[in-house]
């Protein structure tokens, strides 16, 4: 008789244990952790494509990351980072209604010369609609300011040129340096485009309020949101 109690005691912590298991896997935490319930297939608009912060440029010291959500369901998203102590951000967890979008605010924390050319990694984690994704960028502290020759830092290595940022630069743009006016014009108008098919429905998607026949596809929007994200770093530096 003891041993039947002791069956039945241990059955009944059993099933504790399965339904808890039940429990956590419906929650979002297990769909960003990867639970097979969610498909990790979700694309991510978040724009610009890396932070550039510029040591003797205050203005610089704060940039803004804009996370859109062109789907037709709610999504959630937490920022993660490499190196926590060096950054601060604001409202590194959210969550962004659908056609819509957010801006996420990260503040770099310790500008001084030992971190000059440092290169640290951040990765939006998006979960939503049974599917989930991520998206990564790089950020990276330079010494003096944007558009100077890269000061050295105390080792005695010049700061590298960062990424595709150095191809543009808001001069190139400027219609004060000789540009033509009407290019800068065009490429305000590229971005409102971009931003227009961003917010328009996938053909997936219904619609009562925008035509079948003008839906888009989800490698148009991946071609938009890399065009704007281009478009969107020379106009925030």
Not at 144 to 172: C, F, K, N, W
Not at 178 to 191: C, E, N, Q, T
């Amino acid at each position: 008789m003891m041993h039947k109690g002791c069956s039945s005691a241990e059955g009944a912590q059993e099933m504790g244990k399965l339904k808890k298991r039940d429990r956590d896997a419906s929650s979002p935490s297990a769909a960003l952790l990867g639970h097979p319930r969610s498909q990790d297939n979700l694309p991510v608009f978040l724009f610009p494509t890396e932070l550039m912060f510029y040591a003797q440029q205050r203005s610089s010291h704060r940039r803004v990351l804009t996370f859109y959500n062109p789907y037709s369901f709610l999504l959630r998203f937490k920022m993660l980072c490499t190196s926590p102590a060096l950054y601060t951000v604001v409202e590194a967890e959210g969550s962004v209604r659908a056609r819509s979008c957010v801006d996420i605010v990260v503040r770099h924390q310790d500008v001084s010369p030992r971190n000059w050319g440092r290169r640290d990694r951040f990765k939006l984690e998006v979960w939503g609609g049974g599917q989930r994704g991520s998206r990564e960028i790089w950020a990276e502290l330079k010494g003096g300011e944007e558009g100077e020759r890269p000061l050295e830092t105390p080792q005695g290595r010049a700061v590298p040129p960062g990424g595709s940022s150095a191809m543009l630069s808001p001069g190139d743009l400027s219609p004060g340096r000789g540009r033509d006016p009407s290019l800068f014009a065009l490429y305000i108008i590229v971005g409102l485009v971009c931003i227009t098919f961003l917010m328009l429905p996938l053909h997936n998607e219904p619609s009562t309020l925008v035509p079948v026949h003008i839906h888009v596809t989800v490698m148009q929007k991946l071609v938009c949101a890399y065009v704007l994200g281009l478009l969107t770093m020379v106009f925030l530096r």
